[in-house]
């Protein structure tokens, strides 16, 4: 029978569009590794047929040279809020995570401090300290509730002449608290300092408005809700007026202006280009095209309303269904400060998911105690949802009997 609100969801349909949505499965970690779609397994077949196998090495001239900034205008303009010219597709998330911190350390001499907090994900803190040995900063902490996320007061605690880089999360791993961007991004800069905005978490299923808040330097995933499969290359983004002010450490040839020049030294390209550094990874980059397409398609509003409806069903069924057994929610219960997924915690939640996975429910465990339900909107039912929390539920009941 087709759940109540299913049968209401004017995106319904979209499910049909990934491999493996006619099965039982339950899958609620698309946070983490998003569902392939059906178009992706043609697209690739056909990109060996014809243009990797039929073009060769005219190929990089005719379209693969560009494409990373083409999806980089496509991102830009789907779902990104950015005017084409100033995002690129390139490194992994955490090379490009290097490439701006130090672009932006490097923007603002003199200043000494790089600002995050403590519960940030892992790899951006790692790279911070990094990159703050490298140049001689300290980093200056944020501590912040791990059930929640960094507020503007916080931030305007901590900012000031000393700081050169503000590195946040739109989106917490853990919480899922929506960091408000525009707010945190004007208290950065009235202290002078530049942002980068890690998008990993929202980019496909919360829409920004990078132009228009101001934001400065933004990094995100495409294998979360951009669906580009394992391992798909990252993308970037450098508001138009820092373009020819900043300059990345990794001065790679298909960065420089003239890269078939093949001049003695390295002079950057004008524009985001300058932000690449080597041969672009093209087949890394081919199945995201189908998820912006299709994101695209449906309109990132109407991915949002249809994320907000099923963290907000997730959350009601998670107080009537797993309250009892003492679960507890571990996320923003305010939809409005609330991303794409909802933490559930329980001291057993560990155990719970090593049964959950040998049942086919898929989601992912955090510490401390944090059942991670990750629902990406487009290849999400409210049926599986609900499947999926029954099966907490009895998981948990087998393990407390
Ligand atoms: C997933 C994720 C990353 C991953 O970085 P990789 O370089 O792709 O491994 C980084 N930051 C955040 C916030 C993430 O969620």
Same mark, same amino acid.
Request: avoid cysteine; glycine fraction near 12%; hydrophobic fraction near 35%.
């Given at each position: 029978m087709t759940h109540r609100l299913d &049968?209401? +969801? @004017?995106? &319904?349909?979209?499910?049909?569009?990934?491999?493996? /949505?006619? %099965?039982?499965?339950v899958y609620f970690d698309g946070n983490s590794l998003g569902r392939p779609l059906r178009a992706t397994g043609p697209r690739l /077949?056909?990109?060996v047929e014809e243009e990797w196998g039929g073009r060769l090495i005219r190929g990089w001239d005719e379209r693969w040279l560009e494409l990373p900034q083409r999806i980089g205008d496509d991102l830009g303009r789907v779902l990104l809020g950015a /005017?084409? !010219?100033? /995002? %690129? =597709? !390139? +490194?992994s998330t955490t090379v490009l995570l290097y490439k701006l911190m130090r672009a932006a350390v490097a923007g603002r001499p003199g200043r000494s401090e790089i600002v995050l907090d403590r519960d940030n994900f892992p790899t951006d803190r790692y790279v911070a300290d990094g990159v703050a040995r490298e140049c001689g900063l300290t980093l200056r902490w944020i501590d912040v509730d791990v059930t929640a996320g960094v507020t503007a007061e916080q931030l305007a605690e901590v900012v000031g002449p000393q700081t050169a880089l503000v590195v946040l999360s739109h989106v917490a791993y853990r919480s899922a608290w929506l960091a408000d961007v525009p707010e945190l991004t004007r208290i950065a800069h009235e202290a002078g300092a530049l942002v980068l905005w890690d998008l990993c978490h929202s980019a496909g299923s919360v829409p920004t408005s990078l132009d228009a808040w101001g934001v400065d330097l933004a990094v995100g995933c495409t294998y979360k809700y951009l669906n580009g499969g394992p391992g798909a290359p990252a993308f970037c983004y450098v508001a138009s007026s820092l373009l020819d002010e900043l300059t990345q450490p =990794?001065? !790679?040839w298909l960065g420089s202006v003239d890269p078939f020049l093949m001049g003695p030294s390295y002079v950057p390209a004008p524009g985001i280009r300058r932000f690449q550094s080597g041969t672009p990874p093209i087949v890394g980059m081919l199945a995201l095209q189908d998820m912006v397409a299709l994101i695209d398609e449906a309109g990132i509003e109407a991915v949002r309303e249809k994320s907000v409806a099923l963290t907000s069903y997730a959350v009601e069924v998670a107080d009537s269904l797993l309250a009892p057994a003492g679960v507890v929610v571990a996320s923003p219960r305010d939809p409005a400060r609330r991303g794409g997924h909802v933490t559930l915690q329980h001291p057993l939640m560990r155990e719970v998911t090593s049964v959950?996975?040998?049942r086919?429910? =898929?989601?992912?465990?955090?510490? @401390?105690?944090g059942l991670r339900i990750g629902l990406s909107p487009l290849s999400t039912s409210f049926a599986e949802v609900e499947r999926g929390l029954e099966m907490v539920r009895a998981a948990l009941a087998g393990l407390t009997a």
């Open positions: &049968a209401t +969801d @004017p995106l &319904a349909s979209y499910r049909d569009r990934f491999v493996g /949505a006619e %099965t039982s499965l /077949a056909g990109f /005017a084409p !010219g100033q /995002a %690129t =597709i !390139g +490194d =990794i001065q !790679g959950l996975w040998e086919d429910v =898929i989601p992912d465990y955090r510490d @401390p105690g």
